[in-house]
T-cell receptor, first 112, second 111 residues
Framework: NAGVTQTPKFRVLKTGQSMTLLCAQD?????MYWYRQDPGMGLRLIHY???????AKGEVPDGYNVSRLKKQNFLLGLESAAPSQTSVYFC???????????FGQGTRLTVV | AQSVTQPDIHITVSEGASLELRCNYS??????LFWYVQSPGQGLQLLLKYFSGDTLVQGIKGFEAEFKRSQSSFNLRKPSVHWSDAAEYFCAVGDGNQFYFGTGTSLTVIP
């Protein structure tokens, strides 16, 4: 039972570099989410998707882009990384609005 | 906008003591409420959830939570804490398509 899988688990970027984080879920969930977790700030929603081909902005979308070309995958992109994007990123998915979310193990990203 | 407040940043309890973690929410309609636990270096695991019905809900690992509409609260409780309960606890509210999280409460358990 893979559930929600995030790739990679760790990454160090230089300022200005770009990268893509991959989230894959095998539960046929419609909804997928990207959060960032910073000390003392809890989890803040970056972007989310309510189905294949759809995306929407969350609380802190600036500096990030997302795509949901396939139902099982939700990609988070950083076009030009900044030190302020150093964080732990979590992906989550759920069946619908009346259900709980399932989380991946997180990606620790450091931008130097 | 909806919001979730966890007033306690950090709590320390002795093993075997009771525990209550506070959560207050701001939401216009009937909320969908959740408690998650995060062990160090791990993702979030669902402890329990409230959608409707009985206001006292039971979860995994011996946890329970009570929904009080009049106080806009959804506090998490456990009668007797175990050392393995040391973790970060997050309260969350579901608002349609989105999930809003509190800032978390870090629990330390002392022998």
């Amino acid at each position: 039972n893979a559930g929600v899988t995030q790739t990679p688990k760790f990454r160090v970027l230089k300022t200005g570099q770009s990268m893509t984080l991959l989230c894959a879920q095998d539960m046929n969930h419609e909804y997928m989410y990207w959060y960032r977790q910073d000390p003392g700030m809890g989890l803040r929603l970056i972007h989310y998707s309510v189905g294949e081909g759809t995306t929407a902005k969350g609380e802190v979308p600036d500096g990030y882009n997302v795509s949901r070309l396939k139902k099982q995958n939700f990609l988070l992109g950083l076009e030009s990384a900044a030190p302020s994007q150093t964080s732990v990123y979590f992906c989550a998915s759920r069946t619908g609005v009346w259900t709980e979310a399932f989380f991946g193990q997180g990606t620790r990203l450091t931008v130097v | 906008a909806q919001s979730v407040t966890q007033p306690d940043i950090h709590i320390t309890v002795s093993e075997g003591a009771s525990l209550e973690l506070r959560c207050n929410y701001s939401y216009g309609a009937t909320p969908y409420l959740f408690w998650y636990v995060q062990s160090p270096g791990q993702g979030l695991q669902l402890l329990l959830k409230y959608f409707s019905g009985d206001t006292l809900v039971q979860g995994i690992k011996g946890f329970e939570a009570e929904f009080k509409r009049s106080q806009s609260s959804f506090n998490l409780r456990k009668p007797s804490v175990h050392w393995s309960d040391a973790a970060e606890y997050f309260c969350a509210v579901g608002d349609g398509n989105q999930f809003y999280f509190g800032t978390g409460t870090s629990l330390t358990v002392i022998p």
